[in-house]
């Protein structure tokens, strides 16, 4: 094993899949000459050169449709987003395109190709940069949508994502590129749709995916040393999501807390909340609880934000909540 | 109410042949009129068809653009790909993909050539390297583009056509697109199939700049006007375009100017144009001049015209009756080629 950061976990997948295929290319606003904006492509522009290491104009629309076409040849593009904030100007072709491509062409041109970024807020920097879209992008057939939390699984998972033959949205965040964690010297790869208990436990199941998964690991070691085991399902991919997991996890602990960086409506954990009522409703000792951002646009100062965010206290009272010892 | 704008067909005489000087064989006026005829006369019954409910959904005719089809086809080889937007009817028939799956796919059948899932606006033919069919406006200029972002990624000298309406010139996508066909020198030929009206907005009414070949200006790539009612024209500024694309030069933007003799789509009432001005340029109808080169050149007697005719119509005729034999879809296709991943967990509970 090697310690690594989670950028580093991130380009050595990369690496790996351009060096094994050739159809692996990776284009992005300053990916190759700036060595990314947060150095996850650092170097690859002087391993793979400039065919294959292409820096776009400001333009996502633009070259995401061109990213889009290629895989419609075969090729495999790695789409890079400085962030998901500025994604949302090619949703058209992520959403209208790459997602219906297989279908509209009744099974003719399909689309292999991640698109990756830094997601939800990271830190003070207002509405329009701070947002979460594991939950857009889970909602449309077609993606497949991974939120990795650890160095470990971004790399295993973007390896697999790059593999896949269909179009990929790839979650990450600007406050875990410098995030440490080991992983093996070797290749490996982790199958996408597989949730992994992170953490064993048996009064409750706290479910969460991405950077988020922190708080659920702080709130744990508190807990525990109340004398409340939890145990912490890391969902790994939204899309599809591994019921199964949740499900076996729930008829054990009789109790769940859905941790969420995003919004309450129409979220992952109102679908997991769903889920739970309907396939464990017999095993469940109390209603499931959530954590989520408040339901208002992020906002810019400190103490905004401070009430915004999910956090440990927040999620250790929805924890006790289900345990009735509030 | 805004004035109706009105706009002239390019000045040629009237059934302007000039035969003794033309560049093109027999056989290419043959083909022309044969696929321009195949197109018209199919795109009549699918009207005739869609106003009996037969099908559903949207239904875009191509009556009046066949030229540029038939032009660009002649001009273009059978590895080339295209891709065009929603008023796709012509570009597959023209590619030769057989008028029966085509039929079938605006029956919503399981046989037509997107298993009946995409209907009218989202014809794909593989085999022909028909590419679609999209229905999001301008969202196949950054797909086709990024189709010839393969071609030069894989060292091949094929060519991608995009094709466009009037108003897809207006979209973000095909601005930032352009930007980068030009810088990377992309393989590509973009098309504008200037019918003058995007739905019922005259290029007049929506924007300052109304020559579209000086769209390309400000990304310095190659542009120019073409007569979209001469398959000849057109065959001429396509060659030229194949030409620098396939030697490295990069891409080409033709404003090509045409008319549709139909409405934008099946309930178009058309009241943002004069009756006199829809005659005008059907006095230009591309399958009467390929017609009359032939006659003047005596290439077809009288009988080969009518075998033409004939065969078109049962060609036309065995495709409804393909199409009305075929089964749709079963309800569990909805489950079919959404993942490439057979085993794809689906939420099978709604």
């Known amino acids: 094993m090697k310690t690594v950061q989670f950028r580093e976990a991130l380009r ?58 290629a895989s419609m040849m075969g090729l495999r593009p790695i789409v890079e987003f400085m962030t998901w904030n500025f994604a949302i100007l090619a949703a058209d072709q992520i959403i209208n395109s790459a997602a219906k491509m297989l279908q509209m062409s009744g099974g003719q041109y399909h689309c292999p190709i991640v698109f990756r970024g830094g997601n939800g807020p990271a830190g003070q920097l207002g509405a329009t940069h701070s947002q979460s879209f594991e939950a857009f992008y889970a909602h449309v057939p077609g993606l497949k949508v991974i939120t990795p939390s650890t160095p470990y699984d971004a790399k295993g998972l973007l390896k697999a994502a790059i593999r896949d033959n269909d179009p990929v949205v790839f979650l990450e965040s600007e406050k875990m590129y410098g995030d440490k964690g080991e992983i093996p010297e070797g290749e490996y790869i982790i199958p996408i749709g597989v949730a992994d208990i992170k953490r064993k436990g048996t009064d409750v199941t706290i479910v969460s995916f991405g950077k988020i998964m922190k708080v659920a690991h702080e709130a744990a070691e508190i807990l525990a040393k109340e ?100 | 109410m805004a004035t109706k704008a009105v706009v002239k067909p390019t000045k040629t005489t009237k059934k302007s042949t000039s035969t003794g000087t033309t560049k ?48 660009t086809i002649t001009a273009s080889r059978p590895t080339d790909s295209h891709m065009t937007t929603y008023r796709d009817h012509a570009h597959p028939l023209a590619l030769g993909t057989n008028p029966r799956v085509l039929m079938a796919e605006l029956y919503g059948r399981t046989t037509g050539c997107s298993k009946g899932k995409g209907g009218s606006m989202h014809f794909f033919d593989k085999e022909k390297n028909f590419m679609g069919g999209h229905g ?60 003058n009206y995007a739905m019922g907005t005259s290029v007049e009414r929506s924007t300052n700049v109304q020559d ?48 549709r003799f139909k409405g934008h789509s099946m309930s178009d009432p058309q009241k943002y144009r004069t009756k006199e001005e829809v005659a005008e340029w059907m006095e230009k109808d591309p399958i009467d001049h390929c017609l009359d080169v032939i006659k003047e050149n005596k290439w077809l007697n009288d009988t080969e015209i009518t075998d033409i005719a004939a065969w078109v119509k049962k060609e036309v005729e065995e495709s409804i009756e393909f199409a009305e034999n075929s089964p749709y879809p079963a309800p569990e296709e909805l489950y079919e080629d959404v993942y490439m991943q057979k085993d794809y967990p689906y939420i099978k509970e709604y």
């Open chain 1, 12 to 69: 050595e997948a990369m690496n790996e899949e351009m060096r094994n295929d050739p159809n692996v290319f990776l284009l992005g606003e300053e990916v190759a000459e700036y060595n990314g904006a947060y150095k996850v492509s650092q170097g690859m522009l002087d391993e793979f050169g400039e065919k294959r290491v292409i820096d776009t104009p400001i333009a996502e629309l633009g070259f995401t449709g061109i990213a889009v076409g």
């Open chain 1, 227 to 326: 004398g409340i085991s939890c145990e912490i399902i890391d969902l790994r991919t939204v899309r599809p999501i591994d019921y199964h997991c949740i499900v076996e996890s729930v008829k054990r602990t009789n109790r769940c807390v859905v941790l969420e960086e995003s919004w309450p409506l129409a979220s992952i954990s109102s679908e997991i909340a769903y889920h739970l009522q309907r396939y464990a409703f017999d095993y469940l000792d109390a209603p499931v609880m959530r954590v989520t951002q408040t339901d208002t646009p992020f906002a810019f100062s400190p103490t905004l934000i401070e009430e915004a965010l999910p956090n440990v206290p927040r999620l250790i009272n929805a924890v006790k909540a289900t345990l009735y010892r509030n």
């Open chain 2, 24 to 71: 093109f064989s027999k056989e290419t006026y043959i083909k022309w009129y044969t696929d321009m005829l195949l197109i018209r006369r199919f795109e009549e019954k699918v009207g005739q068809l869609y106003i009996q409910q037969k099908f559903g959904g949207f239904c875009h005719l191509y009556i009046g653009q066949e030229a540029i089809v038939a032009g």
């Open chain 2, 136 to 195: 999001i406006v301008g969202a196949q200029i950054p797909m086709g583009t990024g189709v010839a972002f393969a071609e030069k990624y894989k060292g091949t000298d094929n060519v991608c056509f995009v094709s466009m309406g009037d108003g897809a010139v207006r979209q973000g996508a095909l601005h930032e697109t352009f930007n980068m066909a030009m810088m990377w020198k992309l393989p590509v030929i973009y098309i504008i199939e200037n019918n």
């Open chain 2, 212 to 259: 579209l070949s000086k769209i390309g200006d400000s990304y310095e790539m190659p542009s120019k006007s073409v007569n979209g009612m001469s398959p000849e024209a057109v065959h001429e500024a396509i060659s030229e375009a194949c030409e620098r694309a396939r030697r490295g030069d990069g891409p080409t933007l033709l404003d090509i100017r045409t008319y």
